[in-house]
């Protein structure tokens, strides 16, 4: 077996709507091809020896062990590497379900597809999944050391790639709210939103957070002094830097007991509490100042009592937790060691923030604390005796939090927000030490002793004991107080022939509206007027560009068939999603050999509309129109023909539609019959002679409509909309000249071709064709082309495009001249194949004919051709 490809689905495509998260493998059999299971000797036995829980895969049976009956009745192996896939994955901790193995046209080549939770993960479980079947083909078995090894290398690059605990709290949050987000390219920020509603968050720290109270946090003792100027309980503290310092800090807090801590420091690193002799007080410096960057030590007064956070979102209390240092508790019979070993041994206890708990690390600081207590690692405690690993409570060292929300006083709560305000955070962490929090302070002695900015989540929302708060919530809340949503309109535009222009059209139109519109096409990325990054810009990547744009109001995308297949949409729904038309373009690409199949792809636009959206198909094209079947929204229709049945059927239910009828454009819904303008005044209908591009306008002005736009802003965008090279480069770009004229239009299938064909054959004057077609696509594709040349032109250069796509020089102008000559062998015909030949020999063709004579190229570059074509001579007005 071979891998011949490896994709990564992002977004909404072509294998599923609601499951997003997908590998694609395509998957070469080779002498497996024709082999199935069943006729390999000992592959079931090795499988279900392998891997016994595929029993609980139950694949197309419906029940326990549906997928080992398949195996051992017989299927193929691109279906036993999609199931070992999800399974490898499943054992390492990520939960997947979906899969699908598909034959292409290409014998013995499958596509394998299967979910994933993270990317690299899965993209390693395709990999390890033929690994592990091929070694049960050849041996029999897979080694258990291997299989175990797979297993521990997923469960690594899942913990890697996982985002931190505080961070996933406030994601499950947004994502039961139905916000979308995105993980940013820098400082592992992540967005929540779109466009200009979006908001950040860096782990807890928010775009809310400001630089003077995030900074004043880190300055432990400026902190300190704040909130004693203001009245607020805290310890007695000073700082030095310097060792000779050190007794004359003791003596300034009042002497022993007293706690050393790195002025600069985070997560309990280089803190010890509880310090009552001198060379614990020595040992304890070189610890604050080897953990401080600026070797900067802070001595304050030890006051006793149990540790506590609270924390405070947007000035109200939210969660308070009561932390409790990492520790072990005797059983009489095991050593402290064991102990440790026993208390990792829990599944809640994981590295770093991988799980609820944090494994307990030994360590010199374990080692001394137990110094402290009179302990050492083989010391066996008696049963419930309790021995400290560590002197501060921070779960990121192993300790555990008890919530304590619902038992701390209301002068505490007063307290806690009150000193989030001064210090100037919006989530702010404040730990207090306290005998009984259910107490005011002042009355126990308790104090303030820190204040953190980015305070850890996971204490609140997945205590050690108490009750789970939901602190994500607040968050966003505060984000999102003053915006009724998290997202910006998205108009998706996808289908064969006029994408483009619609899409540009539609930007146009709500352009009218004094929003900020972001648009995406073959021609570039486009913030309003300006243009960001100029190219073929269609794909998810480019999308993300204008979602993840703070200044967007509006995004139009449009959405090629390529990006959809490769990678899948960039946005989990659209408000409005159009279907133009579905033509014989591309096929024989990516595993896409049917018109049928084509339809699927451009399906995906329509299936995305959310439900209070619209799909805007094409009632003319019945691909088009079958895809409202699916569609989770409301569907609107267009269509040329105003006596079409699905159109007449759709308004007797008082369906929304747009039609062109007696030379107008017109919009209908119920009642309501709009009348948007006569064809012959929206310039990029050709004054009325291109149907193709009424079509383009019907969309265009449906899908604003669906979206609130007033019908006066359409009718003004539709009249200001010029085809020329600022508004739609190469699309149906006439150029008018003293005697002739010259069209620019990139059509380069047959349904493109025709729809130009239309327009030209109206065309009073000679028309010369300058043609060609890409090398990638059919045989029969380019025949049609040279068919449809040949019943349009008057005379025809043939040209070829300088990338062959894997063509040999000459091989597509042969099939298109063959095409000619199957329609008309007598048309005037010359093959150029040098495109900028071509272009100048057409223009000094129509030249010499004059009397008002039209020339026509589809070019390769566009670009090229309009540079060549404004040199031929004076444009007219």
């Not at 050190?246 to 002497?255: H, K, N, P």
């Not at 079958?626 to 023909?641: C, P, Q």
């Not at 006066?712 to 000249?737: C, D, H, W, Y």
């Not at 047959?750 to 090398?775: E, S």
Request: charged share 25%.
């Amino acid at each position: 077996m071979k891998i011949l490809k490896t994709s990564t689905l992002r977004g909404p495509n072509y294998w599923s709507i609601r499951r997003p998260k997908l590998i694609l493998i395509r998957l070469d059999l080779e002498d497996l091809a024709e082999k199935f299971s069943n006729e390999i000797p000992g592959f079931y036995e090795g499988l279900s020896q392998t891997l016994p829980s595929l029993v609980e895969h139950y694949c197309s049976r419906d029940h326990r062990g549906g997928f080992f009956e398949r195996v051992k009745e017989g299927t193929l192996m691109g279906h036993i590497i999609e199931h070992v896939a999800l399974e490898l994955q499943e054992l390492a901790g990520m939960p997947v379900g979906f899969g699908r193995t598909r034959s292409t046209s290409e014998f013995g080549v499958y596509n394998v597809v299967f979910e994933y939770i993270d990317e690299q993960a899965g993209r390693y479980a395709g990999r390890a999944a033929i690994r592990l079947c091929q070694s049960i083909i050849e041996t029999g078995s897979y080694p258990e050391e291997e299989l175990a090894q797979d297993i521990a290398d997923l469960a690594d690059l899942k913990a890697n790639g996982a985002l931190g605990p505080s961070t996933e709290t406030i994601i499950k949050e947004a994502e039961a709210r139905n916000i979308p987000w995105s993980l940013l390219s820098a400082r592992a920020m992540v967005q929540l939103g779109y466009g200009v509603n979006q908001r950040r968050i860096q782990a807890t720290l928010t775009q809310n957070s400001g630089i003077l109270g995030v900074e004043l946090a880190c300055d432990k003792e400026g902190t300190k002094t704040i909130l004693r100027n203001a009245g607020v309980p805290v310890p007695r503290g000073t700082v030095i830097q310097y060792l000779e310092d050190l007794e004359s800090g003791i003596t300034e807090v009042g002497g022993f007991p007293i706690v050393i801590k790195p002025l600069d420091g985070n997560h309990g690193r280089g803190i010890t509490i509880d310090i009552n002799s001198w060379v614990e007080a020595e040992e304890a410096y070189d610890l604050a100042s080897a953990a401080s960057k600026t070797k900067s030590v802070i001595i304050e007064r030890y006051y006793s009592g149990n540790d506590h956070r609270i924390l405070v979102v947007n000035g109200k209390l939210v969660a308070v937790a009561e932390r409790i240092p990492a520790h072990v508790i005797g059983d009489g019979r095991s050593t402290i060691e064991e102990l440790i070993e026993d208390t990792n041994n829990h599944p809640d206890r994981g590295d770093g923030h991988d799980n609820v708990l944090t494994k307990i690390i030994i360590d010199r600081t374990a080692s001394v604390v137990l110094q402290r207590q009179g302990f050492s690692l083989g010391t066996i405690l008696e049963k419930g005796e309790m021995a400290y690993l560590r002197a501060t409570a921070n779960l990121s060292t192993g300790g555990i939090a008890i919530d304590r929300t619902d038992e701390i006083h209301p002068e505490n709560i007063w307290i806690a927000e009150r000193v989030s305000k001064l210090i100037g955070l919006d989530i702010a962490g404040i730990d207090v030490v306290t005998k009984d929090i259910s107490k005011p302070l002042k009355e126990v002695d308790g104090v303030i002793v820190e204040v953190n900015a980015a305070p850890g989540f996971r204490m609140h929302a997945a205590p050690s004991r108490g009750l789970p708060r939901n602190v994500g919530a607040p968050v966003l809340d505060m984000l999102y107080a003053n915006t009724p949503s998290p997202r910006i309109p998205i108009i998706a535009i996808t289908g064969t022939n006029g994408k483009t222009t619609t899409t540009r059209l539609t930007a146009h139109i709500y352009r009218q509206t004094g929003q900020v519109v972001g648009y995406t096409t073959t021609d570039g990325i486009y913030l309003g007027e300006y243009l960001v990054e100029k190219g073929d810009n269609t794909g998810p990547l480019s999308a993300g560009v204008i979602l993840q744009d703070p200044t967007v109001e509006v995004a139009v995308l449009e959405c090629a068939r390529g990006g959809i297949l490769r990678s899948g949409l960039a946005f989990d729904s659209c408000d409005v999603g159009i279907v133009l038309n579905v033509a014989a373009d591309h096929l024989g690409l990516g595993d896409i050999d049917t018109i049928e199949q084509m339809a699927k792809v451009k399906a995906v636009v329509a299936e995305t509309v959310a439900p209070k959206g619209h799909a805007v198909l094409n009632a003319d094209d019945p691909l088009v129109a079958a895809m409202a079947a699916n569609v989770r929204g409301r569907v609107a229709y267009f269509s040329m023909d105003p006596n079409n049945e699905l159109i007449r059927e759709h308004l007797r239910r008082d369906g929304l539609v747009a039609i062109y009828e007696n030379e107008y454009l017109s919009i209908i819904e119920g009642e309501w019959n709009l009348k948007i303008e006569k064809a012959e005044n929206i310039p990029i209908t050709m004054a009325g002679k291109a149907p193709f591009m009424i079509a383009n306008a019907l969309a265009a002005s449906l899908a604003a409509f669906a979206q609130g736009v007033d019908i006066e802003l359409i009718r003004q965008g539709v009249r200001t909309f010029k085809p020329s090279v600022a508004q739609t480069p190469g699309r149906m770009n006439l150029f008018k000249f003293d005697g002739y004229n010259a069209l620019v239009d990139y059509a380069h299938n047959p349904a493109g071709y025709r729809a130009v064909g239309d327009f030209v054959k109206n065309w009073d004057g000679a028309k010369i064709g300058v043609v060609g077609g890409p090398g990638d696509r059919r045989n029969e594709d380019l025949i049609e082309l040279g068919q449809l040349a040949a019943s349009t032109f008057d005379y025809i250069i043939v040209k070829e495009d300088d990338d062959k796509r894997g063509r040999e020089h000459g091989e597509v102008a042969d099939l298109i001249v063959q095409g000619i000559n199957e329609v008309n062998s007598n048309v005037p015909m010359e093959v150029m194949l040098d495109e900028v030949k071509a272009i100048n020999h057409g223009l000094d063709e129509a030249k010499s004919r004059g009397n008002n004579a039209l020339m026509v190229v589809f070019p390769e570059s566009v670009t090229k051709a309009i540079e060549l074509i404004e040199a031929s001579g004076t444009p007219q007005e």
